[in-house]
Nanobody, 122 residues
Framework: QVQLVESGGGLVQAGGSLRLSCAAS????????IGWFRQAPGKEREFVAT????????VYADTVKGRFTISRDNAKNTVYLQMNSLKPEDTAVYYC???????????????WGQGTQVTVSS
């Protein structure tokens, strides 16, 4: 079983950058796809990005394409989300999770971390 812990959130001005980290424990991390999701107050959890076990496949939501980059370092058991050109609408709690099956719905992932807050001020 993989356990995930997110970090790197914070308060940033619009146009700024943050890098989120998703640190994993467990022997199956390097063979697992990982996804990032976010949830704003009063809204459903939404897909942000996902990366395959070997980093060959990366998929982004249209809302973050060209601004966010997902990457991973299997030697460090960590997945990253580099977020550039941040907008106030990016404000949310960001979660990482392990891929269970193909798809970009929250139900296609499991073993969720506790989340990290990202706040973008205008």
């Amino acid at each position: 079983q993989v356990q995930l812990v997110e970090s790197g959130g914070g308060l940033v001005q619009a146009g700024g950058s943050l890098r989120l980290s998703c640190a994993a424990s467990g022997r199956t991390f390097s063979s697992s796809g990982i996804g990032w999701f976010r949830q704003a107050p009063g809204k459903e959890r939404e897909f942000v990005a996902t990366i395959s076990a070997g980093s060959l496949n990366r998929v982004y939501a249209d809302t973050v394409k060209g601004r966010f980059t997902i990457s991973r370092d299997n030697a460090k058991n960590t997945v990253y989300l580099q977020m550039n050109s941040l907008k106030p609408e990016d404000t949310a709690v960001y979660y990482c999770a392990v891929r269970l099956r193909l798809g970009v719905r929250a139900t296609d992932f499991h073993s969720w971390g506790q989340g990290t807050q990202v706040t973008v001020s205008s």
